[in-house]
């Protein structure tokens, strides 16, 4: 029988092999493999999980966000808040239409995603790198080296804002529209904080006060078909160390679940939708009030599949602001449930404990 060290080397050994393609889980599909290398291999209790009863109970919420600027009438803007809030709070997940991005946009932020993953290998390793501080990083797996199990996707990705990088340091493929869709995005995003913010009962600017939408990052998924996708993950359950996300889906192939009253939940793919997610800080922020939920993406057999998410956020920025429960929310009978933080220092210990399937927040838990 092998011993514990002998399994550990051979892992650890499999891990730098397949870093140093520099060519992903995509490499791997180019090469034709017919079985997924060992260290993709998730524990099957994180795999088969029940599935929730058929009923209107386990839908996540769609909100149209028409009617919810500032110009439009008193009621409208009061209704949206309400159905904004009741999701951020009982779901922490929810869709939203008529958010004024524009559809070809959408397409087309998509469609150059797939062509960077899917162009010649030896131009995709131009932009590989494993140091979150580059200008854009190309990878597989942030965590590779930290998780249990390796997830089955490639990921692009950047920070648009508040400083985009120069066109010539994006890839040809999808540089232009990224800073595109990026700023339509941030449009959404702001009016999304406005309304989260008197949902809260607090001023309309509370939130963007607080610099939530100051930075945006950019990360452009890829999951390629999965011959095994039985004994893996697309992305391990987790919660995001945002405050808040803005996820754009495939139209055609689903996969990704919310997990909601020990249910996983399928969020089914709704053309010209955005998913909204409540991240981390956002929870932080408003002591529990408003939730991170934790969600996953299933592999799948057939594909690709492409998604690109939106995190606002800014823990690469040199930010020494100190976020903790917003004091206009707290009493005596709601005290704070989480001590003060940096984004510095909660960015840092989410990526040393990489998706390992629980929630950083516990971390910062009094």
Same mark, same amino acid.
């Given at each position: *029988?092998?011993?514990?060290?002998?399994? %550990?080397?051979?892992?650890?050994?499999?891990?730098?092999?397949?870093? &140093?393609?520099?060519?992903?889980?995509?490499?791997?599909?180019?090469? #034709?493999?017919?079985?997924?290398p %060992?260290?993709?291999?998730?524990?099957? %209790?994180?795999?088969?999980?029940?599935?929730?009863?058929?009923?209107?109970?386990?839908?996540?919420?769609?909100?149209?966000?028409? $009617? #919810?600027?500032?110009?439009?009438?008193?009621?409208?803007?009061?209704?949206?808040? /309400?159905?904004?809030?009741?999701?951020?709070?009982?779901?922490?997940?929810?869709?939203?239409?008529?958010?004024?991005?524009?559809?070809?946009?959408?397409?087309? *932020?998509?469609? #150059?995603?797939?062509?960077?993953h @899917?162009?010649?290998? @030896?131009?995709?390793?131009?932009?590989?790198?494993?140091?979150? =501080? =580059?200008?854009?990083v190309?990878?597989?797996?942030?965590?590779?080296?930290?998780?249990?199990?390796?997830?089955?996707?490639?990921?692009? !990705?950047?920070?648009?804002?508040?400083?985009?990088?120069?066109? +010539?340091?994006?890839?040809?493929?999808? !540089? +232009?529209?990224?800073? /595109?869709?990026s +700023?339509?995005?941030m449009?959404?995003?702001?009016?999304?904080? &406005?309304?989260?913010?008197?949902?809260?009962?607090?001023?309309?600017?509370?939130?963007?006060? *607080?610099?939530?939408?100051?930075?945006?990052?950019?990360? $452009?998924?890829?999951?390629?078909?999965?011959?095994?996708?039985?004994?893996?993950? !697309?992305?391990?359950?987790?919660?995001?160390?945002?405050?808040?996300?803005v996820?754009?889906?495939?139209?055609?192939?689903?996969?990704?679940?919310?997990?909601?009253?020990?249910?996983?939940?399928?969020?089914?793919?709704?053309?010209?939708?955005?998913?909204?997610?409540?991240?981390?800080?956002?929870?932080?922020?408003?002591n529990?009030?408003?939730?991170?939920?934790?969600?996953?993406?299933?592999?799948? #057999? %057939?594909?690709?599949?492409?998604?690109?998410?939106?995190?606002?956020? =800014?823990?690469? *920025?040199?930010n020494?602001?100190?976020? $903790?429960?917003?004091?206009?929310?707290?009493? &005596?009978?709601?005290?704070?449930i989480?001590?003060?933080?940096?984004?510095? /220092?909660?960015?840092?210990?989410?990526?040393?404990k990489?998706?390992?399937?629980?929630?950083?927040?516990?971390?910062?838990?009094?």
């Amino acid at each position: *029988m092998e011993s514990t060290a002998t399994v %550990a080397f051979d892992r650890s050994t499999q891990l730098k092999a397949f870093d &140093e393609t520099k060519t992903g889980v995509k490499g791997l599909v180019e090469a #034709g493999v017919s079985e997924i290398p %060992a260290i993709f291999h998730a524990p099957p %209790a994180t795999i088969k999980t029940p599935k929730p009863p058929s009923s209107s109970q386990f839908t996540i919420p769609t909100i149209d966000l028409q $009617g #919810g600027s500032s110009t439009d009438s008193t009621t409208s803007r009061r209704n949206l808040v /309400e159905k904004i809030g009741d999701a951020a709070e009982r779901w922490g997940f929810f869709q939203v239409i008529n958010h004024g991005v524009p559809l070809d946009v959408m397409e087309r *932020m998509k469609e #150059g995603v797939r062509e960077f993953h @899917e162009q010649d290998p @030896e131009v995709r390793k131009g932009f590989y790198s494993r140091d979150p =501080s =580059s200008k854009v990083v190309y990878s597989s797996n942030f965590d590779l080296y930290s998780s249990p199990a390796a997830n089955w996707r490639d990921t692009l !990705g950047c920070y648009t804002a508040p400083d985009p990088p120069r066109p +010539e340091d994006l890839p040809a493929a999808c !540089g +232009e529209v990224m800073i /595109e869709y990026s +700023e339509e995005v941030m449009k959404v995003g702001k009016l999304l904080f &406005e309304l989260l913010s008197e949902a809260l009962v607090l001023n309309t600017n509370h939130l963007k006060d *607080m610099d939530c939408t100051k930075s945006l990052l950019l990360l $452009g998924h890829y999951y390629p078909p999965c011959p095994q996708p039985d004994l893996t993950l !697309g992305l391990t359950k987790h919660s995001d160390n945002s405050f808040l996300t803005v996820l754009l889906l495939d139209d055609h192939i689903g996969g990704l679940q919310v997990l909601h009253d020990q249910y996983w939940v399928d969020v089914p793919p709704v053309p010209g939708a955005l998913v909204v997610n409540v991240g981390d800080l956002l929870q932080l922020i408003t002591n529990g009030k408003f939730i991170s939920v934790e969600h996953r993406v299933l592999a799948n #057999g %057939a594909g690709p599949r492409i998604s690109v998410g939106c995190f606002f956020s =800014s823990h690469l *920025m040199a930010n020494p602001r100190v976020y $903790g429960p917003i004091k206009e929310l707290l009493s &005596e009978q709601n005290p704070p449930i989480y001590r003060d933080t940096t984004i510095t /220092e909660y960015s840092k210990f989410y990526r040393s404990k990489g998706f390992d399937g629980t929630s950083g927040l516990l971390y910062l838990k009094i």
